[in-house]
């Protein structure tokens, strides 16, 4: 294909560079079709050769692809002008092309990379919900093979997306192993449940979607060999027995499906694995779907367009994939030495199902009180932006005024075709802090203001949300292993007044709040050894003055306030992954000032220093870094504090995942309760009487050494609600 034949005048690209014939050997076990040449690929001659190239060969070693049994081509073979997506005109024009190729390579799997094949050669879109998914007996122009749609590599060139590289080394592993045949039998039974007692299988609920309440209307069950049955919730009693035959249940986000079968009257198996806790403990980075962690481990094509059309095949679908996965996941875990973090998330479920369910009471004056008073604070406050805004709430508009005003927010990104306009900026409220934070502008800072007070009266405030708070806590919400809440997110709640509608369930009774202070730094000094700072915390120093002492050179008694609070805003920032630059910007502080304070506490805390260094070179090697309790986070792109950020939180999640919400649980004493977490914080309630036994309590289950010779004090306060604890 050096010359053009006379074919190919009709094509928009007949006077663009090219074309570009494949790459490899003739015939190979693999084609790889991606979709146009880009403009290395159109100067050097063949394809994939600049940093998609790169992404991709890397991608192939990794995944065990041997480089002779692989064929590279396009769909199109000329560079199409300023790498805009090729037309549709193109792709005919080079079939003929492609179907050359195909006749001559002979390929048992073609692994179609990007949208545009999988689109053009499979009619499948979008390529997000398709990748990785295997088409046994695909026909591609004429040619019958197997085809896997990948991702493309460009796509992991933009900023973040690296993390979705092992997608793509998944992916191209499945053109490497032989054709698995998916033994599947499912049924849309009334029949009795077969009544032998099970080890294991999987268990999927189908319900309707409301963000206020879930209706159950099927449970499937997967078993291993492929069998699956579904039932209508009509057959109660089937299901029951069903149920009373497994000893562990195998869930796809096991924490809602016991929730809702709880609810239903349903007794759950003891046991409890949970593919999508799996996975996050395997890979956070990911998503953690069942169509995503299917496409990554198994063979086998999408399924979850049928939800709607097929819901008894589909609810065996989501049992058989689960039953399937977890096979694989174990290995990985296994692999990792990992198995114990994820067996303590699936034994914390229970815990945090039982914190959703009871809730934690309002009191509803106080938020009534609260919301209207938010509401009209924000009334007050429109006045004084109403000679610059119509609607404050619009984007469009406070889109115009900030650039009036010399204030210019980030843009978007967006499709290359997309002309500038005002859609173009991005005004979220995290965007509008950074902004209100970095410019002296009075009108920023009410809109900012004004924009916090309608969240908090609708999310926190609000009346109508009930008498309970039914948030839920996620074990797979952050890469650190902490977990997140959501529906409201608590965590999301200042402290003072609009914590203080959060109170205990019954009257005589309190709240205590078991806190791990400083635990970043406890972790960071023991994992670096740095023996200086383990001393100060164990003679009972305050840290904050203790490290300002050592940093200004000065007895820890002659630390006055203003210094102790710069050690505090600077060492805090050091181990959440803030450089100095963030930190002088996010606490106001002199830049200078920052600097100097950090390099003065790097150089008498080399240790620290040496550790981040070792956290660091880790990463590149490895792709990973590791706590001392296994926990892995992967790094293919991320920014060096982001790296050494991880261990010492991490860890320090461990200790409330273990002590917090694993152990605190079955240890207190009855009637108390766990209430709420947050971050490094576990909530209990409990009848005031019963303080010096919940307390004893809480030290003895929360201060337990996970690390030898490592413990690690907790601060208890008391409270008749949560924003008045002391």
Same mark, same amino acid.
């Given at each position: 294909?050096?010359?053009?034949?006379?074919?190919?005048?009709?094509?928009?690209?007949?006077?663009?560079?090219?074309?570009?014939?494949?790459?490899?050997?003739?015939?190979?076990?693999?084609?790889?079709?991606?979709?146009?040449?880009?403009?290395?690929?159109?100067?050097?001659?063949?394809?994939?050769?600049?940093?998609?190239?790169?992404?991709?060969?890397?991608?192939?070693?990794?995944?065990?692809?041997?480089?002779?049994?692989?064929?590279?081509?396009?769909?199109?073979?000329?560079?199409?002008?300023?790498?805009?997506?090729?037309?549709?005109?193109?792709?005919?024009?080079?079939?003929?092309?492609?179907?050359?190729?195909?006749?001559?390579?002979?390929?048992?799997?073609?692994?179609?990379?990007?949208?545009?094949?999988?689109?053009?050669?499979?009619?499948?879109?979008?390529?997000?919900?398709?990748?990785?998914?295997?088409?046994?007996?695909?026909?591609?122009?004429?040619?019958?093979?197997?085809?896997?749609?990948?991702?493309?590599?460009?796509?992991?060139?933009?900023?973040?997306?690296?993390?979705?590289?092992?997608?793509?080394?998944?992916?191209?592993?499945?053109?490497?192993?032989?054709?698995?045949?998916?033994?599947?039998?499912?049924?849309?039974?009334?029949?009795?449940?077969?009544?032998?007692?099970?080890?294991?299988?999987?268990?999927?609920?189908?319900?309707?979607?409301?963000?206020?309440?879930?209706?159950?209307?099927?449970?499937?069950?997967?078993?291993?060999?492929?069998?699956?049955?579904?039932?209508?919730?009509?057959?109660?009693?089937?299901?029951?027995?069903?149920?009373?035959?497994?000893?562990?249940?195998?869930?796809?986000?096991?924490?809602?499906?016991?929730?809702?079968?709880?609810?239903?009257?349903?007794?759950?198996?003891?046991?409890?694995?949970?593919?999508?806790?799996?996975?996050?403990?395997?890979?956070?980075?990911?998503?953690?779907?069942?169509?995503?962690?299917?496409?990554?481990?198994?063979?086998?094509?999408?399924?979850?367009?049928?939800?709607?059309?097929?819901?008894?095949?589909?609810?065996?679908?989501?049992?058989?994939?689960?039953?399937?996965?977890?096979?694989?996941?174990?290995?990985?875990?296994?692999?990792?030495?990992?198995?114990?973090?994820?067996?303590?998330?699936?034994?914390?479920?229970?815990?945090?199902?039982?914190?959703?369910?009871?809730?934690?009471?309002?009191?509803?004056?106080?938020?009534?009180?609260?919301?209207?008073?938010?509401?009209?604070?924000?009334?007050?406050?429109?006045?004084?932006?109403?000679?610059?805004?119509?609607?404050?709430?619009?984007?469009?508009?406070?889109?115009?005024?900030?650039?009036?005003?010399?204030?210019?927010?980030?843009?978007?990104?967006?499709?290359?075709?997309?002309?500038?306009?005002?859609?173009?900026?991005?005004?979220?409220?995290?965007?509008?802090?950074?902004?209100?934070?970095?410019?002296?502008?009075?009108?920023?800072?009410?809109?900012?203001?004004?924009?916090?007070?309608?969240?908090?009266?609708?999310?926190?405030?609000?009346?109508?949300?009930?008498?309970?708070?039914?948030?839920?806590?996620?074990?797979?919400?952050?890469?650190?292993?902490?977990?997140?809440?959501?529906?409201?997110?608590?965590?999301?709640?200042?402290?003072?007044?609009?914590?203080?509608? &959060? #109170?205990? *369930?019954?009257? =005589?009774?309190?709240?205590?709040?078991? $806190?791990? %202070?400083?635990? @970043?730094? +406890?972790?960071?000094?023991?994992?670096?050894?740095?023996?200086?700072?383990?001393?100060?915390?164990?003679?009972?120093?305050?840290?904050?003055?203790?490290?300002?002492?050592?940093?200004?050179?000065?007895?820890?008694?002659?630390?006055?306030?203003?210094?102790?609070?710069?050690?505090?805003?600077?060492?805090?920032?050091?181990?959440?992954?803030?450089?100095?630059?963030?930190?002088?910007?996010?606490?106001?502080?002199?830049?200078?000032?920052?600097?100097?304070?950090?390099?003065?506490?790097?150089?008498?805390?080399?240790?620290?220093?040496?550790?981040?260094?070792?956290?660091?070179?880790?990463?590149?090697?490895?792709? &990973? #870094?590791? *706590?001392?309790? =296994?926990?892995?986070?992967?790094?293919? $792109?991320? %920014?060096?504090? @982001?790296? +050494?950020?991880?261990?010492?939180?991490?860890?320090?999640?461990?200790?409330?995942?273990?002590?917090?919400?694993?152990?605190?649980?079955?240890?207190?004493?009855?009637?108390?309760?766990?209430?709420?977490?947050?971050?490094?914080?576990?909530?209990?309630?409990?009848?005031?009487?019963?303080?010096?036994?919940?307390?004893?309590?809480?030290?003895?289950?929360?201060?337990?050494?996970?690390?030898?010779?490592?413990?690690?004090?907790?601060?208890?306060?008391?409270?008749?609600?949560?924003?008045?604890?002391?």
């Amino acid at each position: 294909m050096s010359a053009k034949p006379p074919s190919c005048q009709t094509c928009p690209y007949y006077t663009r560079p090219g074309p570009i014939s494949g790459d490899g050997p003739t015939p190979a076990k693999i084609m790889y079709i991606g979709e146009a040449p880009g403009a290395q690929e159109a100067a050097l001659g063949k394809p994939f050769v600049g940093p998609s190239g790169k992404i991709l060969r890397g991608s192939a070693k990794r995944a065990g692809t041997i480089k002779a049994d692989v064929f590279i081509t396009n769909l199109v073979k000329c560079h199409p002008p300023k790498n805009e997506n090729p037309r549709i005109e193109a792709v005919q024009a080079c079939s003929k092309f492609l179907q050359q190729e195909l006749n001559l390579v002979k390929p048992h799997s073609v692994v179609l990379i990007g949208a545009l094949p999988t689109s053009a050669l499979l009619r499948k879109t979008p390529i997000t919900k398709w990748r990785g998914s295997v088409f046994n007996d695909a026909d591609i122009l004429g040619y019958t093979c197997r085809a896997i749609p990948c991702l493309h590599p460009a796509g992991l060139l933009h900023k973040g997306q690296m993390k979705l590289l092992p997608l793509i080394v998944a992916d191209l592993r499945k053109a490497n192993e032989p054709v698995r045949s998916q033994d599947f039998v499912w049924s849309d039974t009334t029949a009795p449940p077969n009544a032998t007692q099970r080890e294991c299988a999987a268990i999927d609920i189908e319900t309707t979607y409301d963000k206020t309440h879930s209706e159950m209307f099927r449970v499937g069950f997967g078993f291993l060999g492929g069998d699956t049955i579904s039932y209508n919730t009509s057959y109660s009693k089937h299901i029951q027995d069903q149920l009373n035959s497994i000893d562990v249940g195998v869930y796809q986000n096991g924490a809602f499906d016991i929730r809702i079968l709880q609810r239903e009257g349903y007794k759950v198996p003891k046991g409890i694995f949970d593919t999508m806790l799996a996975h996050h403990t395997i890979n956070s980075e990911l998503p953690h779907g069942l169509d995503s962690i299917s496409s990554e481990y198994l063979h086998i094509q999408q399924w979850k367009h049928l939800s709607q059309k097929e819901p008894a095949f589909y609810n065996c679908m989501d049992c058989h994939t689960t039953m399937m996965l977890k096979a694989p996941l174990e290995a990985k875990l296994k692999e990792y030495g990992m198995e114990s973090i994820a067996q303590n998330a699936f034994d914390i479920i229970p815990h945090v199902v039982a914190m959703q369910v009871h809730g934690v009471k309002r009191d509803q004056k106080l938020a009534m009180k609260l919301y209207v008073g938010a509401l009209k604070r924000v009334e007050r406050l429109e006045t004084q932006v109403k000679p610059y805004i119509t609607n404050w709430r619009s984007s469009k508009q406070l889109i115009e005024v900030l650039l009036k005003l010399g204030i210019t927010p980030p843009k978007k990104r967006r499709k290359k075709s997309s002309g500038e306009n005002y859609s173009s900026y991005t005004v979220e409220a995290e965007v509008l802090e950074s902004l209100a934070e970095s410019h002296d502008s009075p009108f920023l800072k009410i809109i900012v203001t004004m924009r916090k007070l309608e969240k908090l009266a609708s999310t926190y405030f609000n009346p109508n949300i009930g008498d309970f708070a039914h948030s839920e806590f996620l074990l797979r919400g952050t890469s650190t292993g902490r977990l997140s809440s959501r529906e409201p997110n608590l965590q999301n709640v200042p402290k003072g007044i609009s914590r203080s509608i &959060y #109170v205990p *369930t019954h009257e =005589g009774w309190e709240f205590a709040s078991a $806190d791990y %202070k400083q635990i @970043e730094m +406890y972790m960071s000094a023991w994992d670096a050894k740095e023996q200086n700072i383990l001393d100060a915390f164990a003679a009972g120093f305050d840290i904050h003055k203790f490290i300002a002492a050592e940093i200004y050179n000065k007895r820890v008694e002659d630390i006055i306030d203003v210094e102790r609070q710069s050690a505090k805003f600077i060492v805090y920032g050091l181990n959440y992954g803030r450089g100095a630059a963030s930190i002088a910007k996010a606490y106001g502080m002199s830049l200078s000032a920052t600097k100097a304070f950090v390099d003065r506490y790097f150089g008498r805390f080399a240790k620290l220093a040496q550790r981040r260094k070792e956290y660091v070179d880790h990463a590149e090697q490895h792709n &990973y #870094v590791a *706590t001392y309790f =296994g926990r892995r986070r992967w790094f293919f $792109d991320r %920014k060096p504090t @982001e790296i +050494y950020a991880f261990v010492p939180q991490a860890t320090a999640a461990e200790y409330i995942r273990i002590n917090g919400l694993l152990r605190l649980p079955r240890e207190l004493p009855k009637p108390a309760r766990l209430a709420i977490t947050v971050h490094d914080d576990v909530v209990v309630e409990y009848p005031k009487e019963m303080r010096k036994e919940v307390t004893e309590c809480l030290k003895d289950v929360m201060e337990s050494p996970l690390i030898p010779n490592l413990k690690i004090p907790i601060s208890i306060s008391y409270g008749p609600n949560w924003g008045n604890l002391s």
